[in-house]
Nanobody, 115 residues
Framework: QVHLVESGGGLVQPGGSLRLSCAASGSSYSIYAMGWYRQAPGKERELVAT???????NYADSVKGRFTISRDSAKNTMYLQMSGLKPEDTAVYYCRSIGDDGEFWGQGTQVTVSS
């Protein structure tokens, strides 16, 4: 089992920045890929960015050049640095892990971009 806890969400003005964290515990050694997803009200959950155990990354077109995903294996923590935030980035952000023990999700953290 892997337990994921997100943090770092909040209210930010358009153009601002936030850094989300996702701390993994449990059988985190079994994880080979992690990702950030988001779900806005009335919309389906969508991919934001993913990172593999060897550092390969992938981004949704809507966040390329503005968001950066990273992972600190020593701390079992994944990050999402978000800059140039737009109102359309408002959503609950979830982290997900995939590994030998299966797929796990965090509980989510709210990001609201508004003036």
């Amino acid at each position: 089992q892997v337990h994921l806890v997100e943090s770092g969400g909040g209210l930010v003005q358009p153009g601002g920045s936030l850094r989300l964290s996702c701390a993994a515990s449990g059988s985190s050694y079994s994880i080979y890929a992690m990702g950030w997803y988001r779900q806005a009200p009335g919309k389906e959950r969508e991919l934001v960015a993913t990172i593999t155990s060897i550092g390969s990354t992938n981004y949704a077109d809507s966040v390329k050049g503005r968001f950066t995903i990273s992972r600190d294996s020593a701390k079992n923590t994944m990050y999402l640095q978000m800059s140039g935030l737009k109102p359309e980035d408002t959503a609950v952000y979830y982290c997900r892990s995939i590994g030998d023990d299966g797929e796990f999700w965090g509980q989510g953290t709210q990001v609201t971009v508004s003036s």
